[in-house]
């Protein structure tokens, strides 16, 4: 087995609830959203995705490439790159 010098180091990843619960929690958006809800569905601007994506990196330890930033529309696209970082 080789290793990735670069690698992220093993953390305990969350749950998509409890992922959904912590960035809920923390912009005050009320009920964790399903994984399909968009950012434009929930009515978030700019600022608050800003915010999100701070926090996943930040509190729970995510890296997120610039072109990653691109594809993410919905919680579930926020989520699959979180398990991924």
Do not use: C, K, W
């Not at 994506?53 to 990653?68: F, P, Q």
Request: net charge negative; no cysteine; hydrophobic share 45%.
């Amino acid at each position: 087995m080789t290793t990735n010098a670069s690698a992220a180091p093993d953390r305990e990843r969350l749950s998509y609830d409890a992922f959904a619960a912590h960035l809920s929690a923390a912009i005050s958006l009320g009920d964790p959203p399903r994984e399909t809800a968009t950012f434009e569905g929930l009515a978030l601007d700019s600022i608050e995705v800003f915010e999100l994506l701070t926090i996943v990196e930040d509190d729970l330890g995510a890296l997120i490439s610039d072109s990653a930033l691109e594809s993410i529309t919905t919680f579930g696209d926020l989520y699959s790159v979180y398990l991924q970082s």
